[in-house]
């Protein structure tokens, strides 16, 4: 039993963690327990249960909760163009080159509320290959999925976004793509019908296209070494050659089983090529 | 008292607390090999010469903490900017993106509650100079669960705040000069 100290014990996380794949399907036993462990007891703790055994009967018996759960314990913090010269690189470097193809196909795996989705989708707009890309975003949380497909923010995040945008070499008027009204942004439709939404979870499901870029930043670190290589082999089953993988700041494929079939295309931004 | 032998030195600091280091690393003995780890707060864009200047004042190997990186004897790891800094039960590192923490990302809080968790006892938590109380609330959880608690005297820290608040949520703690968590870390 959960101790008063608000520990959740190794053992009990993974009972949870066990019980949650029998009755959900949700499988979360290779994640980083460190990172995890934190989440789920501060949900715990936000619930105020009278004990741990409640928690676990409300999580067991209501499948809407459940839900909850899942987007409460998974990392869903996002921005636009975060990391400016990341998207510096896309666009100088990267996108030049999937212009010359006749159709452009880019999965964001693990999109979360779709900022990065609608970033790229402004950068392929401005290389006025929109109209010859679809843009795939997927996540494991149908509610931030939901979000996504709508193209609305928050309106007092623009002003970074704005900043970030610059920083990352645009020239436009940032407020030009998006409406305000009240206290949210709604992003222009013309970027949302070149975007396909799925939920889609990397533990469990395979590969569904051939992309000639993929990004999933800051996905990777919280999943077990195993995992992020079975991660990593489902990306590349689901890249062509000569295609772009783009992981996080903090991110590597060094040591992974798909390592030889591919070069380094911007170490400091984290993007590799593959060349087999 | 029987005393854990010390298998992990956390250090927590904010403004101030990179002089702090400074200061005290020079002067730690050339056997001292128990592993460090740096959470401190910096601005992104001029972080870059961090580990490059800690590594000419201590013998220890400085590196950015890398995910997955086992901790290892003889290493100085500093926590990289905007992620948290977390430990997994195999004594290897792990990095989140979640929410800033007290608008702190990395958070002392977190690293000291993660590192608590798995060292308990055998873990020294440092805080140092700075202008925020993050630190002092993962302090006290690790004061709880056994581990030592070293707090840099107010007096002598640039910024005293945080080293204040940290003194003022643990129960059991030890208020230091430099010269004093010099000779802390000499003795372990």
């Known amino acids: ?276 | 008292m029987a005393q854990d032998k010390i298998a992990l030195v956390m250090i927590g600091g904010s403004s101030g607390s990179l002089d702090a280091i400074l200061k005290i690393f020079p002067k730690v003995n050339a056997h001292f090999s128990t592993p460090v780890i740096v959470v401190m707060h910096r601005n992104i864009a001029s972080d870059s010469m961090l580990e490059e200047v800690l590594s000419f004042r201590t013998h220890l190997k400085v590196k950015e903490a890398e995910e997955k990186e086992t901790i290892s004897p003889g290493h100085m790891y500093i926590a990289p900017p905007d992620y948290h800094l977390l430990i997994e039960k195999d004594r290897t590192l792990s990095l989140d993106y979640s929410e800033k923490i007290n608008f702190s990302r990395p958070s002392i809080d977190i690293s000291f509650e993660s590192a608590a968790d798995i060292y308990g006892a055998s873990l020294v938590c440092i805080v140092l100079s700075g202008a925020n109380a993050d630190g002092a609330k993962g302090a006290a959880y690790a004061n709880k669960l056994g581990s030592k608690i070293i707090i840099q005297d107010p007096l002598t820290a640039i910024v005293p705040f945080m080293p204040e608040q940290a003194i003022e949520h643990t129960s059991k703690n030890n208020v230091l000069s430099i010269e004093g968590i010099v000779s802390f870390l000499n003795g372990l």
């Not at chain 1, 959960?2 to 993974?14: D, G, P, R, V």
């Not at chain 1, 994640?31 to 462990?37: G, I, N, R």
């Not at chain 1, 949900?43 to 909850?68: E, I, Q, T, V």
């Not at chain 1, 790229?120 to 006025?128: C, D, G, H, T, Y």
Request: charged share 25%.
């Open chain 1, 1 to 276: 039993m959960i101790k008063t100290s608000n520990k959740i014990e190794w053992e009990e996380l993974e009972d949870l963690l066990v019980d949650i794949t029998d009755i959900y399907g949700y499988d979360f036993s290779q994640y980083s327990k460190a990172s995890l462990q934190r989440r789920i007891l501060s949900f715990y703790l936000k619930g105020r249960f009278s004990s741990y055994a409640d928690f676990r009967n409300k999580l067991f018996s209501d499948a809407y909760y459940f839900m909850y759960f899942v987007e409460e314990v998974t990392v869903n913090v996002t921005e636009m163009f975060r990391d400016p010269a990341f998207y510096k690189c896309l666009r100088e470097k990267i996108l030049p080159v999937l212009s010359t193809y006749p159709f452009i196909r880019i999965w964001h795996a693990g999109c979360s509320t779709g900022e990065e989705v609608y970033s790229m989708a402004i950068l392929l707009k401005e290389a006025n290959v929109l109209h010859k890309s679809l843009l795939y975003a997927t996540d494991i949380n149908p509610t931030v999925i939901e979000t996504a497909k709508t193209g609305l923010f928050k309106a007092s995040a623009m002003q970074q976004y704005s900043e970030n945008y610059i920083n990352s070499g645009g020239q436009k008027d940032f407020s030009t793509y998006y409406t305000a009204n009240y206290n949210l942004a709604k992003f222009n439709e013309e970027f949302s019908s070149r975007m396909v939404f799925s939920t889609h979870n990397l533990v469990s499901d395979s590969s569904f296209n051939e992309f000639q870029l993929i990004l999933c930043r800051n996905v990777l670190i919280y999943f077990e070494k195993k995992l992020q290589s079975r991660v990593l082999e489902l990306f590349d089953k689901s890249l062509d050659t000569l295609g772009f993988l783009a992981l996080g700041n903090k991110e590597s494929i060094k040591f992974s089983s798909i390592a030889p079939l591919y070069i380094p295309f911007n170490s400091k931004e984290k993007i590799w090529r593959k060349i087999k």
